[in-house]
């Protein structure tokens, strides 16, 4: 009996590998979530634990949305100003770059995944979230429409600065936005940032001319 | 050799659907409609007889009753919380908690369970070839998978919440959901968090909203039509983990035992239709 209860022990640790855990597990706290996570992946390459990890910005956003409730003032406060302080303009002061490789950029999802080749040139994958031309029938809709967004905005300097920075780190302007901060989280290069900013400014870009 | 040919049918099926499902792409907006509908309507065809997930489910009863392993011997002896033997109605009564185990257990942690201490098969040994590829055929796994969850077929879900480790479970999975890491920011709930949104043509389901999160979870197993294979849970989460750009999880780990708590409590009530037809 006592044989059979050790084999079953054994047994289950082998099984899921967990054998940091004493079970049953009944702990439910933040600590808890963060070992149980940590204990749950595997590292392919690049793609570390590392990545589990949140950032004090990240973990706000998290908890806020797990309870529903409103972000605090000053907590937004913070948050906003971190974000814009983590924004680098463009080192010539030339905010656009070209159209056609933007768009490329826009239709491309890979990047930063395990799966992806190590090293591969990261997309933005706007597509998936916003609609940009008229053309481009399979965009998403978390984001609102960019559909002539140069335009209607026309391209004043204060337009183009609040792109610049809403591509760079969008939490500059909406705490805890769900869209990734390119620049800042080194998704994509100052380059590519111009590239995309000319796919949504450029009159000749299939944004506005469609 | 029956079972080989169960097993590729599927495939051609896919090929045939795809063609039809992505033939319709003419540059409008009515086009992402229409691309819905032809998908749903594939869907209610193959409903009234011919889901090719289906197939698996009469394969993977075969591997049940098929003795197997060092031990020789079937799964018939399996509990899945509701007594040896019994495998009618227990999948939507999971995850929960197994005091043989001392733990809480999704289905497929379950199963796997009962292949190591029934079979005497090394979890080790099978755990990197569940999954199929694209393309490929659906393997055993998803077979006997696709089986357990078709014998709940009608019932609703009814995951417990009783024990103290079934709690803990449901509390951490919810914290998972919303947790934001990696370099994306990326959690479940961004693209999981609210209703009637969309990745490009393909619909998300509101995980939050019961009629979506029970729409969600009972069509799981699915027959993934873009892949030709049935996909599990365990599948799925792995692969939007992927997507979130995070490091891979693992299959039958802690963490996504608690997730697919979370997520079949908020399921609860629904209807299990599995296998269900996906993209």
């Not at chain 1, 979230?129 to 481009?136: G, L, P, R, V």
């Not at chain 1, 769900?178 to 009159?203: C, H």
């Not at chain 2, 050799?1 to 049918?9: I, W």
């Given at each position: ?108 999802g ?18 998936a ?8 029938i399979a965009f998403g ?70 | ?9 599927p495939g051609?099926i896919a090929f045939l659907l795809i063609a039809s499902a992505t033939g319709s792409g ?5 086009s992402i409609d229409s691309t819905q509908e032809g998908i749903d309507d594939y869907r209610q065809m193959l409903s009234?007889?011919?889901n090719p997930g ?80 694209s393309g ?55 693209c999981h968090?609210?209703?009637?949104k969309r990745i490009r043509l393909q619909n998300l389901p ?6 979506d999160?029970?729409q969600a979870?009972?069509t799981w197993p699915g027959y993934r039509v873009s892949q030709g294979v049935v996909r599990t849970?365990?599948w799925r989460?792995?692969d939007c983990?992927?997507q ?29 239709a599995a296998p269900g037809i996906k993209r």
């Open positions: 009996m006592k044989k059979l209860h050790y084999a079953a022990m054994i047994a289950c640790m082998t099984l899921t590998g967990a054998s940091a855990f004493a079970q049953p597990l009944t702990g439910a706290s933040d600590q808890d979530v963060m070992t149980v996570l940590k204990d749950s992946f595997a590292p392919v390459g690049e793609v570390s634990l590392d990545r589990l990890e949140q950032s004090p910005e990240q973990k706000a956003c998290s908890d806020m949305a797990a309870t529903g409730q409103a972000i605090p003032k000053d907590v937004m406060e913070k948050l906003l100003k971190q974000a814009m302080a983590s924004v680098k303009p463009p080192t010539d002061k030339q905010f656009l770059g070209d159209w056609k490789v933007g768009e490329k950029i826009a239709q491309s890979v990047g930063l995944q395990f799966s992806d080749k190590p090293g591969v040139v990261s997309g933005g994958n706007c597509y979230c916003h609609q940009m031309t008229k053309s481009e809709n978390i984001g609102p429409s960019l559909l002539h967004y140069g335009k209607n905005r026309g391209n004043s300097v204060q337009m183009l600065e609040y792109t610049w920075n809403k591509i760079y780190n969008s939490h500059a302007y909406t705490a805890c936005s769900n869209m990734p901060r390119f620049g800042s989280a080194g998704i994509l290069t100052e380059q590519q940032i111009k590239d995309v900013m000319a796919l949504l400014f450029d009159p000749a870009s299939p944004v506005n001319n469609e | 050799m029956l079972r080989q040919l169960k097993k590729k049918l051609a003419s540059a409008s907006a009515q009234d007889g011919g289906d197939l698996l489910v009469d394969t993977g009863k075969e591997l049940w009753l098929e003795k197997k392993g060092p031990k020789n011997v079937s799964l018939q002896a399996c509990d899945l919380g509701l007594g040896p033997g019994v495998v009618k109605g227990a999948y939507a009564r999971m995850p929960r908690f197994f005091k043989d185990a001392d733990k809480v257990m999704d289905a497929e942690t379950r199963i796997m369970y009962c292949m190591q201490t029934l079979q005497g098969i090394n979890p080790k040994d099978i755990t990197p070839t569940v999954f199929s590829k490929d055929i659906s393997t055993d796994w998803e077979a006997i998978v696709a089986y357990v969850a078709n014998e709940s077929a009608g019932i609703a879900m009814a995951a417990p919440q009783s024990h103290a480790a079934e709690k803990a479970a449901y509390e951490r999975g919810q914290k998972i959901f919303f947790h934001r890491s990696g370099p994306y920011d990326f959690s479940c709930a961004t968090g609210a209703v009637d509101d995980l939050l909203n019961a009629k999160a029970q979870y009972t849970m365990q989460l792995q983990f992927r979130q750009r995070l490091p891979k999880l693992k299959f039958a780990s802690q963490a996504s035992i608690d997730l697919l708590t979370f997520l079949a409590v908020r399921a609860k009530e629904g209807k299990m």
